[in-house]
């Protein structure tokens, strides 16, 4: 199982951030559509992107291992959407 490196808490925003449609379509089949239009409207500081980062595309990085009460455990490999 793969460390840690970070711990992230997760945002809430106002407004939904955009997302790639790329990413959108690939969780499409895995989550519902209650639960990506919510994904859309939380965020993350991410730590290896320096900036402000939609759950869903975090969701979907290489790095991400797992959330957990709204922290989410990041491994720090770098960023990037896996496929």
């Known amino acids: 199982m793969r460390e840690a490196k970070y711990l ?3 945002h809430e925003a106002k407004r939904a951030l ?4 790329e990413i959108e379509e690939a969780v499409k089949g895995a989550l ?3 639960m990506i239009r919510r994904m859309k ?3 993350v500081e991410c730590p290896i992107a320096n900036r402000k980062v939609s759950f869903l595309e ?3 990085c290489i ?3 797992r959330r957990i009460k709204g922290v989410v455990h990041c491994s720090g490999e770098g960023f990037g959407y896996k496929r």
């Open 8 to 10: 992230v808490k997760v």
């Open 18 to 21: 955009r997302v790639n449609k």
């Open 32 to 34: 519902g559509r209650k």
């Open 41 to 43: 409207r939380e965020y």
């Open 58 to 60: 975090c969701f979907t």
């Open 63 to 65: 790095s991400f291992i």
